[in-house]
């Protein structure tokens, strides 16, 4: 085994010759020395020493292993050799380029390491409170090793171990203590939410949080999302969450705020944003009665309720009014449970009426409304009709004298539109017989018509007497018998006689009349 030895300067050795053998003055009591390394320098040569002892040194210049050997000036197969392996130091700092960094960001921290030659082989390791963090790093061609190293956060006291390079005769050396801190990384915490919702609908909020550079890795733990009273937790995976918050009643602007706490490596974070709540579809259906009769009052209902893309999502039901109009006429009511009722009292009358119901909407509902078309029967009326001459001869002029009124029993049956059913009707008289139109005029502003026809034939004729009705009262008609006889079979004065017929209101206003003029001539 080789010996080894400081580099600290000139070594002593012992030169010991035992010459049993030859005691001549031959040379062989003469020695020389020699080393593998051409730099050491050796005792002067031709050293005297027959059997005995004597110190020797050499100067061994640089570390590592080098051969030392004596040889017998006159003899060569006289010799002696030793491995010699010289042990120099060396010196180890360890230096970053900050000392303070955030979690998840590297510190890389560098060792040089300092000795007797210009290229030093080996490794370095850095030790936190004793634990070597990550291998080892060979040094560079300027003696340097450098490490990047993932602390947790806290403060820390960093070591670098210089291995030494044991074939080049390097003593291993640890640096001096160096201490560093790694703080909490900032998070950015990001929240996305749909920007417009429906009332009474949730939201569904998602978040992520990451590390602000220069923090890394993912962020764990909790986050908290907000609006109002309504809040939710969610635990991250990978640095993602989501929850449900809701639903929210009323239209408006929700302010929805996404609260990270942080963990035992990232700072806290929020996020926020706004959300706008529009009030929810709502659809309004219209139910009319069987029957509808101008004057006189009827219950009608409209049910509200959310639409089929809101009902999955809204349990409350609509509030608020409705006006149900139609007909000339109108009532309001208030919805309990999404159903509101009123009496409607029909100021026209037809078929196929067109009703509405406008539902006003609320805080979570929208306006909506709905349609239904519905016959409205009008009053009865009564015509009363004369004629003069009846008898008439032929070709005499005859005039008829119509006078139209609203049936007193239908006025009695409605109080509370007497004044609406005791107006005077409007519309027209129309006089015909076996289907061929005599004559026809509108009435008057105080319901009369009167019409002048003249007869040709003998004998009775069954004359036709038609009201078309208006939007109150309905159509009527009335036959009328007129007799056309000889002159001679006529009294001097035979005063016209007057009959009264009534029908009910129909559902019809009939078709566009048009006024015609009186007929002079008929068969």
């Known amino acids: 085994a080789a010996v080894t030895t400081p580099l600290t300067g000139p070594s002593a050795y012992v030169l010991a010759v035992d010459d049993s053998v030859a005691q001549l003055d031959d040379g062989t009591l003469y020695w020389n020395f020699s080393s593998s390394n051409p730099d050491d320098t050796v005792p002067a040569p031709r050293l005297k020493q027959g059997t005995g002892s ?6 061994l210049r640089g570390p590592g292993l080098r051969t030392l050997t004596v040889t017998s000036n006159g003899d060569d197969q006289a010799r002696h050799s030793m491995d010699v392996m010289v042990q120099a130091d060396t010196l180890t700092a360890l230096a970053a380029e900050s000392s303070l960094t955030v979690h998840g960001q590297p510190m890389v921290v560098t060792a040089t390491v300092q000795g007797p030659l210009a290229r030093l082989t080996g490794a370095v390791a850095v030790f936190r409170e004793g634990v070597q963090q990550g291998a080892a790093v060979n040094l560079d061609a300027n003696n340097q090793a450098r490490l990047s190293l993932d602390l947790p956060v806290g403060a820390h006291s960093l070591v670098a171990r210089y291995t030494g390079g ?33 009332a009474g ?13 220069p923090g890394a890795f993912i962020p764990t733990g909790n986050v908290t999302i907000s609006a109002g009273a309504s809040q939710c937790t969610a635990v991250l995976v990978q640095g993602a969450a989501s929850c449900v918050l809701g639903p929210f009643s009323s239209a408006g602007h929700l302010n929805l705020r996404a609260s990270y706490p942080g963990d035992a490596g990232f700072e ?6 706004a959300v706008d709540v529009g009030k929810a579809a709502s659809r309004t259906v219209l139910t009319l009665p069987g029957s509808l009769t101008v004057g006189r009052s009827a219950e009608v209902s409209a049910e509200v309720s959310a639409s089929v893309s809101a009902a999955a999502s809204n349990a409350q039901a609509p509030g608020g009014t409705v006006t149900i109009s139609g007909a000339q006429a109108s009532c309001t009511a208030t919805l309990a449970n999404g159903l509101a009722r009123c009496e409607l009292t029909p100021g026209a009358a037809g078929p196929a009426q ?24 009008g009053l009865a009326s009564v015509l009363g009709i004369s004629s003069t001459p009846n008898p008439s001869r032929r070709d005499e002029d005859i005039v008829f004298s119509i006078q139209v009124t609203a049936a ?8 509370a539109v007497q004044a609406q059913a005791q107006a005077l009707p409007t519309g027209t008289i129309t006089l015909a017989e076996n289907g061929r139109t005599l004559g026809s005029i509108a009435l008057d502003a105080n319901a009369r018509a009167r019409l002048r026809v003249a007869l040709s034939a003998l004998g009775a004729h069954t004359i036709t ?7 109150r009262n309905a159509p009527a008609s009335i036959q009328w018998v007129q007799t056309v006889a000889e002159a001679a079979a006529i009294p001097a004065s035979t005063p016209g006689l007057l009959a009264l017929g009534s029908l009910l209101l129909a559902l019809a206003a009939g078709p566009a009349l048009r006024r015609m003029r009186p007929v002079k001539r008929a068969g």
């Open 54 to 59: 004597q110190a020797v040194s050499f100067g």
């Open 408 to 415: 007193p029993g239908a006025a009695a049956q409605h109080n």
């Open 465 to 471: 007497v038609a009201y078309s009705g208006d939007a």
């Open 201 to 213: 609908t949730p939201v569904t909020a998602s978040v992520r949080v990451t590390a602000e550079p």
């Open 268 to 273: 806290a974070s929020e996020a926020s944003q």
């Open 354 to 377: 067109v009703f509405t119901a406008s539902y006003a909407g609320d805080a979570q509902f929208a306006a909506s409304s709905g349609t239904r078309e519905g016959d409205v029967q």
């Open 166 to 198: 044991a074939a080049a005769g390097l003593l291993p050396s640890e640096s001096a203590v160096f201490r560093v801190r790694v703080d909490r990384a900032s998070s950015r915490t990001a929240l996305t939410v749909a920007s417009s919702i429906a």
